[in-house]
Protein backbone atom coordinates (compact mmCIF):
# COMPACT_ATOMS: atom_id res chain seq x y z
CA UNK A 1 0.00 0.00 0.00
CA UNK A 2 0.56 3.59 0.02
CA UNK A 3 3.75 4.77 2.65
CA UNK A 4 5.24 7.74 3.64
CA UNK A 5 8.33 6.99 5.64
CA UNK A 6 9.67 9.83 8.16
CA UNK A 7 13.08 9.53 9.47
CA UNK A 8 14.68 9.79 12.43
CA UNK A 9 12.23 8.41 14.58
CA UNK A 10 13.30 10.20 17.90
CA UNK A 11 16.35 13.21 17.92
CA UNK A 12 17.63 14.49 20.98
CA UNK A 13 19.56 17.86 20.44
CA UNK A 14 21.18 20.59 22.96
CA UNK A 15 19.23 23.88 22.79
CA UNK A 16 20.72 26.08 19.70
CA UNK A 17 21.58 23.23 17.56
CA UNK A 18 19.40 22.45 14.28
CA UNK A 19 17.04 19.74 13.83
CA UNK A 20 15.84 18.18 10.57
CA UNK A 21 13.11 15.14 9.87
CA UNK A 22 12.72 13.60 6.54
CA UNK A 23 9.41 12.12 4.87
CA UNK A 24 9.64 9.62 1.74
CA UNK A 25 6.85 8.33 -0.05
CA UNK A 26 6.16 5.44 -2.21
CA UNK A 27 4.18 7.45 -4.61
CA UNK A 28 4.03 10.96 -5.72
CA UNK A 29 2.03 13.22 -4.09
CA UNK A 30 0.10 16.19 -4.62
CA UNK A 31 0.91 18.05 -1.60
CA UNK A 32 2.56 17.18 1.64
CA UNK A 33 1.55 18.87 5.36
CA UNK A 34 3.36 19.17 8.11
CA UNK A 35 1.79 18.74 11.92
CA UNK A 36 3.04 19.19 15.35
CA UNK A 37 1.78 17.63 18.56
CA UNK A 38 3.20 19.12 21.84
CA UNK A 39 3.71 16.14 24.40
CA UNK A 40 -0.11 15.77 25.61
CA UNK A 41 -1.37 17.60 23.10
CA UNK A 42 -3.22 16.66 19.68
CA UNK A 43 -1.77 17.52 16.20
CA UNK A 44 -1.43 20.88 14.89
CA UNK A 45 -1.57 21.67 11.27
CA UNK A 46 1.56 23.67 10.43
CA UNK A 47 1.84 24.08 6.96
CA UNK A 48 1.13 22.77 3.71
CA UNK A 49 3.49 22.35 0.44
CA UNK A 50 2.05 21.70 -3.10
CA UNK A 51 4.46 22.99 -5.65
CA UNK A 52 7.73 20.91 -6.94
CA UNK A 53 10.45 22.17 -5.35
CA UNK A 54 8.26 24.41 -2.83
CA UNK A 55 10.42 26.32 0.15
CA UNK A 56 8.66 27.79 2.46
CA UNK A 57 9.65 30.00 6.19
CA UNK A 58 7.75 30.14 9.34
CA UNK A 59 10.52 32.20 11.44
CA UNK A 60 13.06 29.47 12.56
CA UNK A 61 10.84 26.51 10.56
CA UNK A 62 12.11 25.97 6.80
CA UNK A 63 9.78 23.32 4.85
CA UNK A 64 10.97 21.73 1.59
CA UNK A 65 9.07 19.73 -1.09
CA UNK A 66 10.86 17.93 -3.60
CA UNK A 67 11.21 17.97 -7.13
CA UNK A 68 9.69 14.73 -7.71
CA UNK A 69 6.77 15.47 -4.91
CA UNK A 70 8.01 12.26 -3.32
CA UNK A 71 10.08 13.90 -0.50
CA UNK A 72 10.10 16.29 2.16
CA UNK A 73 11.86 18.25 5.11
CA UNK A 74 11.45 19.87 7.94
CA UNK A 75 14.59 21.59 9.21
CA UNK A 76 14.52 23.92 12.43
CA UNK A 77 17.21 26.36 12.96
CA UNK A 78 18.42 26.91 16.60
CA UNK A 79 16.18 24.57 18.65
CA UNK A 80 14.38 26.40 21.41
CA UNK A 81 12.51 24.07 24.04
CA UNK A 82 9.25 25.54 23.01
CA UNK A 83 10.09 23.26 20.18
CA UNK A 84 9.56 20.28 21.73
CA UNK A 85 7.14 17.71 20.41
CA UNK A 86 6.67 15.26 17.30
CA UNK A 87 6.28 16.47 13.96
CA UNK A 88 4.37 14.47 11.30
CA UNK A 89 4.46 14.77 7.99
CA UNK A 90 1.29 13.66 6.26
CA UNK A 91 0.96 13.34 2.24
CA UNK A 92 -2.29 13.13 0.00
CA UNK A 93 -1.63 10.73 -3.02
CA UNK A 94 -1.67 12.17 -6.66
CA UNK A 95 -4.87 11.17 -8.98
CA UNK A 96 -5.38 8.28 -6.25
CA UNK A 97 -6.07 7.53 -2.37
CA UNK A 98 -9.61 7.66 -1.25
CA UNK A 99 -11.47 10.87 -0.99
CA UNK A 100 -9.88 13.41 1.97
CA UNK A 101 -7.81 10.86 2.97
CA UNK A 102 -4.03 11.84 4.28
CA UNK A 103 -1.10 9.31 5.03
CA UNK A 104 1.04 10.03 7.85
CA UNK A 105 4.03 9.71 8.77
CA UNK A 106 5.01 7.82 11.83
CA UNK A 107 6.48 10.97 13.12
CA UNK A 108 9.61 12.29 14.85
CA UNK A 109 9.51 12.77 18.67
CA UNK A 110 12.19 15.93 19.44
CA UNK A 111 13.32 16.42 22.46
CA UNK A 112 15.72 19.59 23.47
CA UNK A 113 18.53 19.60 26.25
CA UNK A 114 18.30 23.42 27.76
CA UNK B 1 -13.14 29.27 15.87
CA UNK B 2 -13.21 25.71 14.86
CA UNK B 3 -13.69 22.21 16.54
CA UNK B 4 -13.36 19.23 16.56
CA UNK B 5 -14.63 17.69 20.02
CA UNK B 6 -14.06 14.07 21.40
CA UNK B 7 -16.75 12.85 24.34
CA UNK B 8 -14.22 11.81 26.80
CA UNK B 9 -10.52 12.74 27.54
CA UNK B 10 -9.80 9.34 29.89
CA UNK B 11 -11.97 6.24 29.74
CA UNK B 12 -11.29 2.72 31.63
CA UNK B 13 -13.50 -0.01 30.38
CA UNK B 14 -13.13 -3.93 31.34
CA UNK B 15 -12.51 -6.26 28.63
CA UNK B 16 -15.93 -7.58 26.58
CA UNK B 17 -17.16 -4.01 27.26
CA UNK B 18 -19.06 -2.01 23.97
CA UNK B 19 -17.13 1.17 24.05
CA UNK B 20 -18.50 4.31 22.53
CA UNK B 21 -16.05 6.89 20.80
CA UNK B 22 -17.71 10.28 20.31
CA UNK B 23 -16.94 13.23 17.56
CA UNK B 24 -18.21 15.54 16.44
CA UNK B 25 -17.18 19.03 14.58
CA UNK B 26 -19.07 22.28 13.49
CA UNK B 27 -17.35 22.65 10.39
CA UNK B 28 -19.35 21.15 8.35
CA UNK B 29 -16.10 19.06 7.16
CA UNK B 30 -17.31 16.00 4.31
CA UNK B 31 -14.43 13.62 6.06
CA UNK B 32 -14.47 12.54 9.45
CA UNK B 33 -11.32 10.22 10.22
CA UNK B 34 -10.52 7.72 13.18
CA UNK B 35 -7.18 7.06 14.30
CA UNK B 36 -5.44 5.28 16.97
CA UNK B 37 -1.72 6.70 18.72
CA UNK B 38 0.61 4.40 20.12
CA UNK B 39 4.27 4.88 20.72
CA UNK B 40 6.54 4.12 18.39
CA UNK B 41 3.79 3.44 15.63
CA UNK B 42 2.10 7.14 15.02
CA UNK B 43 -1.10 7.68 13.66
CA UNK B 44 -2.83 4.39 12.46
CA UNK B 45 -6.11 5.50 10.48
CA UNK B 46 -8.97 2.76 11.58
CA UNK B 47 -11.95 4.03 9.83
CA UNK B 48 -12.94 6.96 7.72
CA UNK B 49 -16.07 8.63 6.25
CA UNK B 50 -16.06 11.02 3.43
CA UNK B 51 -20.32 11.64 3.92
CA UNK B 52 -23.28 10.79 5.91
CA UNK B 53 -23.67 6.76 6.48
CA UNK B 54 -20.05 6.13 4.33
CA UNK B 55 -17.39 4.63 5.72
CA UNK B 56 -13.94 3.60 4.44
CA UNK B 57 -11.49 0.63 6.64
CA UNK B 58 -8.55 2.39 7.09
CA UNK B 59 -5.37 0.80 7.83
CA UNK B 60 -6.35 -1.84 11.12
CA UNK B 61 -9.91 -1.95 11.45
CA UNK B 62 -10.21 -4.95 12.67
CA UNK B 63 -12.25 -4.65 16.17
CA UNK B 64 -13.91 -1.91 15.46
CA UNK B 65 -17.16 -0.68 14.17
CA UNK B 66 -18.08 3.13 12.88
CA UNK B 67 -21.39 4.78 12.69
CA UNK B 68 -22.19 8.18 10.47
CA UNK B 69 -25.73 9.22 11.29
CA UNK B 70 -25.41 12.88 10.82
CA UNK B 71 -22.78 15.29 9.26
CA UNK B 72 -21.25 16.60 11.97
CA UNK B 73 -20.79 12.96 14.61
CA UNK B 74 -18.81 10.35 14.15
CA UNK B 75 -19.07 7.50 16.11
CA UNK B 76 -16.32 4.66 16.81
CA UNK B 77 -17.26 1.50 18.38
CA UNK B 78 -15.40 -1.22 19.93
CA UNK B 79 -17.71 -3.92 19.80
CA UNK B 80 -16.00 -5.94 22.92
CA UNK B 81 -12.86 -4.22 23.83
CA UNK B 82 -9.62 -5.92 24.48
CA UNK B 83 -6.95 -5.24 26.18
CA UNK B 84 -4.98 -4.62 22.79
CA UNK B 85 -7.09 -1.52 22.56
CA UNK B 86 -5.31 0.18 25.08
CA UNK B 87 -4.63 3.42 23.44
CA UNK B 88 -4.89 6.85 22.21
CA UNK B 89 -7.35 7.64 19.76
CA UNK B 90 -8.05 10.65 17.64
CA UNK B 91 -10.66 11.88 15.74
CA UNK B 92 -10.23 14.39 12.85
CA UNK B 93 -11.99 16.12 10.27
CA UNK B 94 -11.32 17.67 6.86
CA UNK B 95 -12.83 19.12 4.29
CA UNK B 96 -13.11 17.65 0.44
CA UNK B 97 -10.13 18.97 -1.49
CA UNK B 98 -6.39 18.86 -2.16
CA UNK B 99 -5.53 22.19 0.46
CA UNK B 100 -7.43 21.29 3.01
CA UNK B 101 -5.76 20.45 6.88
CA UNK B 102 -7.29 18.31 9.14
CA UNK B 103 -8.33 19.27 12.55
CA UNK B 104 -7.76 17.26 15.36
CA UNK B 105 -9.79 16.36 18.64
CA UNK B 106 -8.11 16.64 21.79
CA UNK B 107 -8.18 13.13 21.92
CA UNK B 108 -9.41 10.19 23.93
CA UNK B 109 -7.04 7.85 26.19
CA UNK B 110 -8.88 4.46 26.52
CA UNK B 111 -7.90 2.27 29.19
CA UNK B 112 -8.97 -1.55 28.97
CA UNK B 113 -8.17 -3.78 31.78
Known amino acids: GQQVMQIPQYQHVQEGEDFTTYCNSS?????IQWYKQRPGGHPVFLIQ?????EVKKQKRLTFQFGEAKKNSSLHITATQTTDVGTYFC??????????????FGKGTKLSVKP | DVKVTQSSRYLVKRTGEKVFLECVQD?????MFWYRQDPGLGLRLIYF???????EKGDIPEGYSVSREKKERFSLILESASTNQTSMYLC????????????FGQGTRLTVV
Open chain 2, 92 to 103: ASRPTGQAYEAF
Open chain 1, 27 to 31: TTLSN
Open chain 1, 49 to 53: LVKSG
Open chain 1, 90 to 103: AGKPLGGGSQGNLI
Open chain 2, 27 to 31: MDHEN
Open chain 2, 49 to 55: SYDVKMK
